[in-house]
Nanobody
Framework: VQLQASGGGLVQPGGSLRLSCAAS????????MRWHRQAPGKQRELVAT???????NYTDSVKGRFTISRDNIKRTMYLHMNSLKPEDTAVYFC?????????WGQGTQVTVSS
């Protein structure tokens, strides 16, 4: 199982970014997927989830600004991030469970700063 996250970068406050997570080694369309993030000195937190049927859930701090989505044909999950704030600065990880195990991508850095 491999999860490859990409799309991070430096963006000004109020800006937008789209993260991608390409998956292999799993039956992607059957798997719920998640985005987590970890800011310096803080614990990793769950940001958003999307089920195999497309239902979504978000942590309160990103509701209305972030959108999680998936393309089962491309076996890729996305996180569209709008109205970014400095407190969104973190390493973002994609993750899933498969056959009883958790799998994590390598993380992509998002920095929101002027």
């Amino acid at each position: 199982v491999q999860l490859q996250a990409s799309g991070g970068g430096l963006v000004q406050p109020g800006g937008s970014l789209r993260l991608s997570c390409a998956a292999s080694g799993i039956i992607f369309r059957l798997n719920a997927m998640r985005w987590h993030r970890q800011a310096p000195g803080k614990q990793r937190e769950l940001v958003a989830t999307i089920t195999s049927t497309g239902s979504t859930n978000y942590t309160d701090s990103v509701k209305g600004r972030f959108t999680i989505s998936r393309d089962n044909i491309k076996r890729t999950m996305y996180l569209h991030m709008n109205s970014l704030k400095p407190e969104d600065t973190a390493v973002y990880f994609c993750a899933t469970h498969y056959r009883g195990r958790a799998y994590w991508g390598q993380g992509t850095q998002v920095t929101v700063s002027s």
